[in-house]
Each structure stands twice: as structure tokens, then as C-alpha cells.
């Protein structure tokens, strides 16, 4: 028989039954991660070495700090989940966590080649708002499927996977995302995207789509995005290879979005409820921005800016075409200019034959290679290069920022800990009164969801989940108990309510602690 502790758990018995109650709220600890880091409690003084650990331990509105260095996951999968509620992944700090570039200290979160093949989102979080991601590194090149080893030319499958992807509305700060499977950012309406660099993505750059939570506008500015992907011939308009995919209400404010195999943007949504200002745009193979009007393709190209004032946008002032004079690297430059050169599109010939001049590249007389080399790797060790454009004009996209450390440490001695008596389950059912008020410590099964509208009165039901105790023996007596979202005894209930339902000897039990309180109704 397994047996978990469920700290700080907030209980409800039925009809003139006490219920066990924590009202101090969740979060706000700091935790530190360190490469290399062996036997750490995620202190500063002992830090973890993955931010996999910290994720399982911490709780809404915790900081996790994290030294540059590289990070596999647990069991090398590479996959970390944000689990609650106004989390922050802070990358970027040198090893002693007292100052921060994550341009420099790069946070990178890896695959370890070879080993338990990813199958879901590099970073995500699923059911959690307001949490922050800033100065993360992720190059997918790792997991990318390319048709030979010099990594030249991506292979097209049937299931990619996107570097980060939230379903509700986050941050996304200070990142370089480079050669991403999928999608490099995936998050819905209300989340902001800003200062990253984003390199080298396949079917789009960033996507922005309805959420279910917020009403308020994506917000993407001050970003570089360069070199959008797809399968399909590129300069023709398709809708893969995008930089910035807009299906909800979104700003896309200063940034640089240059050499899209087709539109720079690519909009479905109402266009009233759409900003596009201050933008630099350059080389994008067909349009800088396509959507629909009346049923209608579009395209705004480099010729027909003007035309953006008859949208119908809510913002559309200050857009330039403009080359911004990035320091690609040649050889990768090289590879890109034939692969795109050979397919008529509209951006010309010479505009890529400047650009191979530029690089000190010899221009081509006719066109390049067929239509092979998609996405070939870009090098991360050179993507530093790209944050500061040569075009002293160019005032838009990511740049390399002098940021603070966010470590506030001298959080003061911890509380002292609360004693708990320990009591029987089933007498506490039977003798509600006794124990009205009381800490108390009990073992019992979990089951199923509890519904939280018989939670005391003096809890906000909009913080609190429910779930349902058993008596341990096996007799069917159940409460309903409660405990604090985005806690580690909501995370330990997650992992167990669907084992047990109330009928027979349960295999696991849990150590549950709470204030009770008696409850007619």
C-alpha cells in the first residue's frame, strides 16, 4: 500500500459534517536552478539542475530562476509543463544568480539526441494564466527531420512540434527560438510577445488564436522574425510560412519581419480589431501583410503599402519596407538565396542578389538549385549577430538588453510549523462538533471531483478545487474536500482522484492536514 502526504488540504464532509480548511494563499517562493547541480533543494545556496524539478514542486506565482547552462528534462525527454497559475522561468543569470543575459549566459532547454523522441510542446503550459517566460533559448534543431546530415534541407512529416505553446494568455520575453519544429510560439488572445528573436520557422513564426479566458488584445512587439518555411512552392501566397499568424484581436507593433516564404502575415481575423504600426518589413516572398475583405484575397505587398489605410485596421501608421542589414551567416545565406531564387515569386532576382552581395556571396546569373533546402539549421552559436541590424535607420525588432536580476532573496525565516492532531476519519464524520475549528492530520482514500459550491463560505470558490475523501478502510464513507489552486496539494490530487471511487479496500492513501469546520446542509 502506497501511502502520500497532502499538505495544507481544505475539507468538507456532507450534511453536519466538519470540513478542513488552509486559507493561506499559494505561491510567491523563489527557486534556483544550476547546471550540473547534484543532491540540490532548489535554494540558492543548493540549487536543483533541471527546471523540470523545480516545475514539479513549485506552486502558483513561484520565480524560477535559472543559470545559463543546458537542460534536458526529466528522463532526457525534453519537455517541461508549467503547472499553475503566474509561474515565471527567468533564464539567462550566471552561475552564481547575480546578474542576467540570457544572450550570453544562454538558458537552453534540449533534447538529448537519440533518447525518448519528444512528443509534445519544448515548453508548455496548459491551464495556467498570467505566467511569465523570459530569457529562454530553445533551438529545435535537435528534433527537426532533415534529409541528410549537414542538416541542408528539412524532411515534411505528419506531426510537428512547437518550441512553446500555452492555452492561456503568457509572456514570452527575451527568448531566442532558432530552426523550431513547428510553430515557434503558440499561445492564445491577452498573451505578449516581446524582444525575442525568432529564426528559422516552419508553417509560422508566432500564432495568435482565440482564447477562452481574454478578451484583450495578443500584443507582439519590439521582435525579429526572419525566415518563414513551408512545404508549398514559396512567392505563390500560401498560407504556411507566415511570420505572425493572426486569428484573435492582436497588436503587432516595431518589429522586424523580413524573408517569409509567403506573407509576413498572414490574417483571418476582424480587421478592425487589428493594430499593424511600426513595422519593418523586407524580402517577404509574397506579401508583408495577406488577409480577406468580403470574401477577398488581399495581398499588401512592397508596392501597394499605401493600401493598408483601406483595411479597415485599427492602427496601421509608421511601416516601412526597409532593408534592415542583418549579418546572416554567409554559408547558411548561400543555401537559402538558391533554394528561394529558382522559384518566381515577388521578391526578384536582383533583391536576392543584393543580398548575396552583401554577404560577400557571388550572384546568380539565372536562378539557383531547384526547389530543394527547406529550413536548413541555422547555427545557434551565430544568431547573437542578428540583434543588432547594420541599418542604423532600422529602430525596430530585438535587441540585446542590459536586464536586472530578478533574485529578491531575504524572504525571512520560514513560519513555524502548525501542529495537527491526528483523528480518525470516520469519527470526525460522525462527531462533526468535535472538531469544528480544529487542525487536525487524518488518513484517507481520494476519489473523484467534488463540487466546490459546499465550500465554507468565507473561501472565494473561484480559488479552491474540490475533490472527494474516503474512509481508508473501505466502508463508502466519503467528504467532499477542498484544497488551493495552484498548490502542491492540488498537484498531489491531480495525480490521485481518479483511483479510487468508494468501492472496496483502496491500494493508496493520503495524509491529509487541514482546519475543520462543521457544515449543515
Known sequence: MTIRRIGLAVLLALAAVPAIASPA???????????????????QAKPFADPWMALEKCEAGDV??????KYFGKLNQALWKV????????????????????????????????????????????????CVIDGITIDEKDICRYNDEQKTSRKEKNVYEHAIDFNRPVTVRNCVIVNPDGYAINVPAGSTIENNLILNTLT????????????????????????????????KGAYDGALIKINAPTTVTNNIIA???????????????????????????FSNLKTYVEGKDIPIDDKNMGDLEELGLKAFDGNEVMNPGMAFDPAWLDLYSKRTAYVPGKVTM???????????????AKGGTPALGVAPAYDLAKVNDLMTPKNEKC?????????????????????????????????????????????????????????????????????????????????????????????????????????????????????VRGIAFEYTG
Open 204 to 235: 509560422f513564426g508566432v500564432a495568435i488564436y482565440t482564447g477562452a479566458v481574454s478578451d484583450a488584445p495578443a500584443v507582439i512587439k519590439n521582435n525579429t522574425m526572419l525566415f518563414g518555411w513551408g512545404f508549398k512552392e514559396p512567392g
Open 64 to 69: 524560477i530562476h535559472v543559470a545559463g547552462g
Open 25 to 43: 494563499p499559494a505561491g510567491g517562493k523563489e527557486w534556483f536552478i544550476r547546471e550540473g547541480s547534484e543532491g540540490g533543494d532548489g535554494t
Open 83 to 130: 503547472p499553475f497559475d503566474n509561474i515565471q522561468l527567468i533564464g539567462g543569470y550566471d552561475k552564481e544568480f547575480k546578474t542576467r543575459d540570457p544572450w550570453t549566459n544562454r538558458t537552453e532547454l534540449k533534447w538529448d539526441e537519440g533518447k525518448n523522441y519528444p512528443n509534445a510542446p519544448r515548453l508548455m503550459g496548459n491551464g495556467c494564466s498570467g
Open 395 to 511: 529602430k525596430a525588432g530585438a535587441r540585446i538588453l542590459k536586464l536586472e536580476s530578478l533574485v529578491k532573496g531575504g524572504s525571512g525565516p520560514a513560519a513555524p510549523a502548525k501542529e495537527y492532531a491526528k483523528a480518525d476519519f470516520m469519527e470526525v464524520v460522525s462527531k462533526p462538533a468535535d472538531f469544528d475549528g480544529k487542525a487536525v492530520e487524518m488518513l484517507v482514500a481520494m476519489g473523484g471531483v467534488a463540487n466546490v459550491g459546499s465550500a465554507p463560505a468565507t473561501f472565494k470558490k473561484e480559488t479552491i478545487t474540490g475533490f472527494t475523501l474516503y474512509d481508508k478502510d473501505g466502508s463508502g464513507k466519503f467528504s467532499p474536500a477542498f484544497v488551493t489552486k495552484g498548490t502542491n496539494a492540488e498537484r498531489v490530487c491531480q495525480g490521485g482522484y481518479m483511483e479510487y471511487q468508494g468501492n472496496g479496500k483502496p491500494k493508496t492513501l493520503y495524509v
Open 350 to 364: 536582383d533583391d536576392m542578389n543584393n543580398l548575396r552581395k552583401l554577404m560577400g556571396l557571388p550572384v546568380i
Open 259 to 285: 524573408h517569409s516564404d509567403s506573407n509576413s502575415i498572414y490574417s483571418t481575423f476582424k480587421l478592425e480589431k487589428i493594430s499593424i504600426t511600426k513595422n519593418v518589413f523586407f524580402a517577404n516572398l
